[in-house]
Structures are given as C-alpha cells and as structure tokens.
Nanobody, 124 residues
C-alpha cells in the first residue's frame, strides 16, 4: 500500500524557518522523482520544488529560490523541504508528490502518488 506522510508544518513568524519531511512507503522510492506542491484556498496547486530520483537535479519556483532547499535520502525513503526566510505568502497546505513515468510495451504509464498535506502558516 502506497503511503506518503508529510510532517513538520506549523505556525511560524515571518523570517523564520520550517523543515518539512515526507516519509514514503509502498513503492520503490529511488525510482521516483519527488515534488513539493502547495495550495491556498481558491488557487491552483503550485509546484514549489522538485528533485530527480537520484537527487542529481533540483528545481524551484521563482518565488522560493534562494530560500527553500529540497533534498532526499533514498536509504530512508524520505524527502525534505527546508524552508528559510519564510514570508506570509508562503502560507499554504504543502503536499508531497511522487511521480514516475515508465514505458511498458510501447505504452506510457505514469505512477503519481500524493500525501494528505501539512499546513504551514506564516504570521506574526
């Protein structure tokens, strides 16, 4: 059974830091690219950061570049989002996502798993 469980959210003052963790189980973690998304009410889910399956490549939304860092530990089936210099506009529910694209007998298949999310609130 696939499971992605986020933790580490909470209330923090502007300028503060939070470290989000996502623990994965039920699939071959090292074969999946991992993403962190966030969503606020009335808005579409936004890709915040992603990391390839080996950890060799990362990418960030412009709004978080220089403040957030994504990393992963394939031995522990965990992906981390370190968030520094937090701003009120970072307030959102943050979701962990695992995705893998494979080709089987000439057909493309996408495996796409989501966690339940963790609330991050940045406020004084």
């Amino acid at each position: 059974q696939v499971d992605l469980t986020e933790s580490g959210g909470g209330l923090v003052q502007p300028g503060g830091s939070l470290r989000l963790s996502c623990a994965a189980s039920g699939f071959t973690f090292g074969n999946f690219d991992m993403n962190w998304y966030r969503q606020t009410p009335g808005k579409e889910r936004e890709l915040v950061a992603n990391i390839t399956n080996t950890g060799g490549y990362t990418n960030y939304a412009d709004s978080v570049k220089g403040r957030f860092t994504i990393s992963r530990d394939n031995a522990k089936n965990t992906v981390i989002l370190q968030m520094n210099s937090l701003k009120p506009e970072d307030t959102a529910v943050y979701y962990c996502n695992a995705i893998q694209e494979v080709w089987v007998l000439g057909k493309r298949r996408v495996y796409d798993y989501w966690g339940m999310g963790t609330q991050v609130t940045v406020s004084s």
